[in-house]
Structures are given as structure tokens and as C-alpha cells.
């Protein structure tokens, strides 16, 4: 669609939200496209959830490295003698665990943020009837 004849935007987007959105289209090969508040609405939820997950990421690595120094072999034998060390698969397991629950919270909310998006639509763009 020409950028002269865009529709009119959904007040519930926030005009930053759109003027962002603007620069997509242009960077996927797309320069005369004006983007809809729908990929205006999914775009900004993605946005937003990005920096959550970067300092999950964040998070992940230093847990690790911390249970990996705390659970540290003594000594100079690494495979010696001595009470074996139950504890040190547990903490990066745990660790490992929260990332993902956390990453698929995080999924949840974009996946969330896309339906309520999606209510928006005329029944039949959701909802496309088959031909026949």
C-alpha cells in the first residue's frame, strides 16, 4: 500500500510504536509499505521482550560460572580420591531449568501480546472461511 493511502491507526498503538515500525518494511525490501498497527503491536512486544531476555542470557552465564567456581574440585586431583560431589551436577541442572521456564514466560508474553493484536482484526481476516 502507498504511503499516502495508509488506514487510519488504532489509537491503542502508541505513535512511537508505528514511526519504529516504519523503518521494517523498508529494511526487508518492502520501501512503499507503511506498516498496520498489527505488525506495529507485534513488533513492539518483541522489542520490549528483547532486553529481558538478553539479561536472562546474562543471568544464565553467571550462574553457571558461579556453581562451577562454588563446586570447584579441591586439591590438585581433579578425578582423585575423595567424597564424590553429588551437588555439583544439581546447581547447573537447576540453572539450566529457570532458564527455560523464564525464556518460555518471556514467549508466553510475546505469544499473548500477538493474540490480543489479533482480536483486533475483522472476524474474517482472523478467521478466513474456506472456499467450496
Known sequence: MPKETAPD????????????A????AHHGLPD???????ATRLAARRD????????????????????TVYRPDGDAVD???PPRHWSLLAPTAVVA?????Q?????????????AAATLPRRAAHPVRLG
Open 104 to 116: 518460555s514466560l518471556l514467549d508466553r508474553r510475546v505469544r499473548q501480546a500477538d493474540r490480543r
Open 33 to 39: 509499505d507503511r506498516p498496520t498497527p498489527l505488525p
Open 22 to 25: 516504519d523503518a521494517w518494511p
Open 98 to 102: 529457570g532458564l527455560v521456564l523464564a
Open 49 to 68: 521482550a528483547r532486553p529481558a531476555a538478553d539479561v536472562l542470557l546474562a543471568a544464565f552465564l553467571i550462574a553457571v560460572s558461579l556453581s562451577h
Open 80 to 82: 582423585g580420591p575423595g
Open 9 to 20: 491507526h488504532d489509537r491503542s498503538v502508541r505513535p512511537a510504536d508505528l514511526e519504529r
